[in-house]
């Protein structure tokens, strides 16, 4: 499903010093797997994600998705890429803080031209499915950080993703929620998505199929 070769991320600090983000880092991502990514504050693990979800892209290096190089695509095709084929629940939950909570849920439906009316729907279900049926027509600021967060994950899951990207999805959350983020990861796989995620949540290492541990962009 993807596969990254010699992957590597490097910027330029303020006092023109290069930062490493990314190392040399090669994985291979089977389809329909769980794949955790672990790793101290600072080692790589969201830049890693951004350039995987095609949010950023690499200094050098190669990501292949389905088959396909992605690393020389537009960012048209990377976006069309992203629409079709990819969801990312982010860890600071990036919610429009004027959007009730359905609108923010179906706002990824609105460039494809699906009427209104399907889209409250869609959202609608997936709510209920994170818990939070009750709450369609509040605003982010009305929910607490949990709840916020399964909004972004509703979110992340309306396109029927293939591939979910998670970055520390239950950081800053109660236990509960916490353990019901797990459960909603695990069901999608079930249902033939490939996870990846960036967490020190020990939870999710029960239903992991691999383990990447990342120190300092590099690969362990």
Do not use: C, Q, S
């Given at each position: 499903m993807i596969r990254t070769e010699n992957l590597?991320?490097?910027y330029t600090s303020h006092s023109h010093h290069e930062v490493h983000a990314v190392r040399d880092v090669t994985i291979t991502i089977s389809k329909n797997s769980f794949v955790i990514l672990k790793g101290p504050s600072g080692s790589g693990k969201t830049t890693l994600l951004n350039i995987i979800g095609t949010l950023d892209?690499?200094?050098e290096g190669r990501v292949r998705m389905c088959g396909e190089d992605i690393t020389s695509f537009s960012d048209i095709a990377l976006s069309r890429l992203r629409r079709e084929k990819i969801?990312?629940?982010f860890q600071d939950f990036h919610?429009?803080?004027y959007l009730a909570t359905w609108?923010?849920?179906s706002y990824p439906l609105v460039p494809l031209g699906i009427d209104i009316r399907k889209r409250f729907e869609r959202a609608k279900?997936?709510?209920e499915k994170v818990g939070l049926g009750d709450r369609l027509d509040h605003?982010?600021?009305e929910l607490s950080g949990g709840q916020q967060q399964r909004v972004a994950i509703a979110r992340a899951l309306i396109n029927n993703p293939e591939i979910l990207?998670?970055?520390e999805p239950t950081s800053n959350i109660d236990e509960e929620t916490g353990e019901h983020i797990v459960e909603i990861l695990t069901e999608q796989k079930s249902h033939g998505a490939t996870i990846l995620v960036a967490t020190h949540d020990t939870r999710f290492e029960r239903v992991a199929d691999v383990i990447f541990r990342l120190k300092d962009g590099k690969l362990e």
């Open positions: 590597g991320k490097y892209r690499p200094t969801g990312f629940i919610l429009i803080p609108e923010n849920v279900t997936l709510l605003t982010p600021e990207i998670a970055d």
